[in-house]
């Protein structure tokens, strides 16, 4: 019997819209009536993971939050959050200079807000997509994880656009990477070799790389989590579809990359599911006999 099920947030649970599909919905909610716990997992921090659980109605049933990729985890129904680490300023200063010499945009995230970094190159395509989409003035100059321009401010209202790493002041949970795929992946063996022993250096999506605290990851959040509610590992279903949703594949029986994911990433599951935009949850719970 399946006693939870956690869930990557892009790519997995969320559809193109960042809307979780309606069948998906139906079906979560039907399973947590039947005292299936939901652990929502991702390198987004509480803030940005609340709205969903809420929408789930997860705080009803018990549900868990692990936040940016292992480093706190957040029980829904008391409210309480543990932070397992944060990385000082200096912590990250070696690492986030060597980013700022290379053609990418790097931001360092906080529980509410980021340091962002971007060469004036990447100013100009982000000032022509602007002017192309007549977005406003007050629009963020952030990048997401599928365009040069994505507004975080729902879960990052506190945007610090810096020209030095000295301007980063506060502790921070983890750093995002932004470039198109292909100069990324240099970028990503080039941190591999310069940082691995350091941080954990994960592909999340194709334009976006994330660092986080070296001995950090959503698997070994999970697998503490499972022995802090006495579940085993055929009692866990995982669903993700990045780099950094491996490590749960590895601490559970059962697990599932989507359709979309990418083929290092396939080859770690133990299933494959239909793609998100497709309610793969639903199609791989369905084969479950859920």
Not at 117 to 144: M, N
Not at 224 to 250: H, K, P, Q, R, T
Request: charged share 25%; net charge negative; glycine share 6%.
């Amino acid at each position: 019997m399946v006693k939870a099920i956690i869930m990557d947030m892009d790519g997995t649970l969320l559809d193109s819209t960042n809307t979780i599909p309606p069948a998906t919905k139906q079906k979560l909610f039907e399973l947590q009536k039947k005292g299936v716990r939901l652990i929502l997992a991702s390198g987004r921090s509480y803030t940005r993971l609340l709205p969903y659980a809420r929408e789930l109605e997860m705080e009803k049933y018990n549900g868990l939050l692990i936040e940016v990729d292992g480093i706190a985890w957040y029980d829904l129904s008391t409210g309480k959050r543990h932070v397992l680490k944060k990385m000082k300023p200096e912590e990250i200063a070696s690492i986030f200079q060597y980013l700022m010499n290379m053609e990418c945009e790097t931001m360092a995230c906080f529980d509410d807000g980021l340091f962002d970094f971007f060469p004036q190159s990447l100013k100009t395509v982000k000032e022509a997509i602007r002017q192309d989409q007549h977005l406003p003035i007050d629009y963020p100059w952030t990048a997401g994880p599928w365009s040069w321009l994505a507004d975080m401010r729902d879960g990052y209202p506190n945007i610090k656009y810096i020209q030095a790493v000295e301007e980063i002041t506060a502790p921070v949970n983890k750093l995002q990477i932004m470039q198109e795929e292909e100069p990324l992946l240099a970028i990503y063996d080039d941190l591999k070799q310069k940082y691995g022993n350091k941080f954990e250096i994960f592909r999340t999506t194709p334009r976006q790389l994330e660092v986080l605290p070296y001995g950090f990851s959503k698997g070994k959040t999970l697998l503490y989590l499972m022995n802090l509610n006495g579940w085993e590992a055929d009692e866990v279903v995982a669903f993700g579809d990045g780099e950094n949703d491996i490590s749960m594949f590895e601490v559970v029986k059962d697990s599932f990359a989507m359709e979309n994911a990418k083929d290092f990433v396939k080859e770690k599951a133990a299933h494959v599911t239909r793609s998100n935009r497709e309610d793969g949850i639903v199609h791989a719970l369905k084969t479950l006999g859920y």
